[in-house]
């Protein structure tokens, strides 16, 4: 089926933001969409999102440049194409580009491109886009990575960790899984507000808490665990963005804790995570040291690596090349894979592929700068993800991905099974455990 016509125009972020939306059109009539989120905490190694830079609109942040280049350049190139020949299209869109990280078109244009496509050849085909996507491996659905509190540049660092998310281990069921983090929620909420702890909401829906140290935030999120009816480490484990890269100095060689006043060598770090994942029931880390300290990633791999899923973030960027390197290097065991980090569809499901041969485990995630497009829960169903990560239950940008899921599992039903926890690999030592007694 031909694509015929290639449009976008500007719309808004869930931060408010200027972002692209892009409309194709088939020879059939049948259009798709694409809509494109962005970054707060953005890896240097991503790919780049093509912003107009002129401080009288949108303070900078407008994209019609981008919107020039859909409807100029990349409409020219693509009219007549295959919409079937998604690779073909997508290879077609880097070669246009002619950059190692599409500044030149934007990745935010060439995203919506992409991302449109294959929303138009699965409508064509009257199939949802996890159908369409589906190469033959067993379609599962993720188990729930979601966000109870936030803090670094989600939430003006009242904290300086990133993210304190939660994973339903216990559950039976994706269902089960939304029941628990909703009762967790709700329950953590009622707990900061009963003692004046709560400060706002976070970009991507989280409590933004005044806690006067990272670790007294964890204990926060321990007890609305335990006030919402759960055994941390048994039916529920926590997960850590730490986003190290954030609070990092290279200059220095050191991670400084700003809400705390204290600063950490590389080992001294590596102590800290390790510490932590003894203290608390930790099944996985984000980014728990910077992209540019090999030393103090191979430092944290060689003691947790066995026994703490080590997601790699900003380290990877979603990109081949530095994910074969990881994989070499044996720096991490995971990697986060957000779309607009590398810019096509086809390259995000090449280093979803790597990561899953190599043994690695991928993990879906959306952006703190969100959009109400649900594309990446079919993402992750297709691709048999075990891990979703969109943001924290609420906000309808981040609810509309987890309600997509449910959506989807009603609509294949056996066709996609719910590992959970099974498809982790601590799922039978390591991070589940009780709680431990802590000073």
Not at 177 to 205: C, K, P
Not at 346 to 366: C, F, H, M, Q, Y
Request: hydrophobic share 40%; glycine share 8%; with cysteine.
């Amino acid at each position: 089926m031909q694509i015929t016509d290639i449009s976008a125009f500007q719309v808004f972020d869930s931060r408010g933001r200027p972002t692209i939306e892009v409309d194709l059109t088939l020879s059939n009539g049948i259009h798709g969409r694409g809509l494109v989120p962005a970054g707060a905490s953005t890896g240097q190694f991503e790919a780049l999102e093509l912003r107009d830079g002129d401080a009288s609109r949108y303070r900078g942040r407008s994209v019609y440049k981008a919107i020039d280049h859909v409807q100029g350049e990349i409409a020219r190139a693509l009219r007549g194409c295959d919409v079937f020949m998604q690779r073909e299209l997508d290879s077609k869109l880097i070669a246009l580009d002619g950059t190692e990280n599409k500044s030149r078109l934007g990745a935010n244009a060439i995203l919506g491109v992409s991302l449109a496509a294959v929303d138009a050849a699965a409508r064509c085909r009257n199939q949802m886009p996890c159908e369409y996507l589906n190469d033959g491996t067993p379609m599962t659905l993720p188990l729930p990575e979601i966000q109870i509190m936030g803090g670094g540049a989600h939430a003006n660092h009242a904290i300086d960790i990133q993210d304190i998310m939660v994973m339903a281990v216990g559950a039976s069921s994706y269902e089960q899984t939304l029941e628990i983090t909703h009762n967790i929620y709700h329950a953590t909420a009622e707990l900061l507000a009963s003692r004046n702890l709560l400060t706002g909401i976070a970009d991507e829906g989280g409590f933004w808490p005044s806690a006067r140290t990272n670790q007294a935030a964890l204990d926060i999120c321990m007890e609305g665990i335990e006030r919402a009816g759960y055994t941390p480490g048994v039916e529920v484990a926590l997960s850590l963005d730490i986003a190290a890269s954030d609070f990092y100095d290279p200059g220095k060689g050191v991670y400084e804790f700003r809400c705390e006043g204290r600063s950490f060598d590389a080992a001294a770090f590596c102590e800290l995570m390790a510490d932590w994942c003894a203290r608390y029931p930790i099944a996985a880390l984000e980014d728990p040291a910077a992209d540019t300290d090999t030393k103090g990633w191979d430092m944290i791999c060689s003691e947790l690596g066995a026994r703490v899923t080590l997601i790699g973030d900003d380290l990877f960027v979603t990109n081949v090349a530095r994910i074969k390197k990881g994989i070499n290097e044996k720096i991490a065991n995971a990697v986060l894979i957000k779309l607009n980090q590398i810019g096509t569809v086809t390259e995000t499901i090449d280093a979803i592929e790597l990561t899953r041969k190599a043994g690695w485990l991928p993990v879906i995630s959306a952006r703190s700068g969100e959009t109400e497009d649900a594309f990446i829960a079919h993402l992750a169903v297709a691709t048999g993800s075990p891990i979703l990560k969109v943001g924290s239950f609420a906000r309808s940008e981040r609810m509309v991905k987890w309600n997509e899921v449910l959506r989807i599992s009603r609509r294949l039903g056996a066709k996609a099974s719910f590992r959970g926890a099974a498809m982790m690999p601590w799922h039978t030592a390591g991070p589940q455990r009780a709680r431990q007694a802590r000073p």
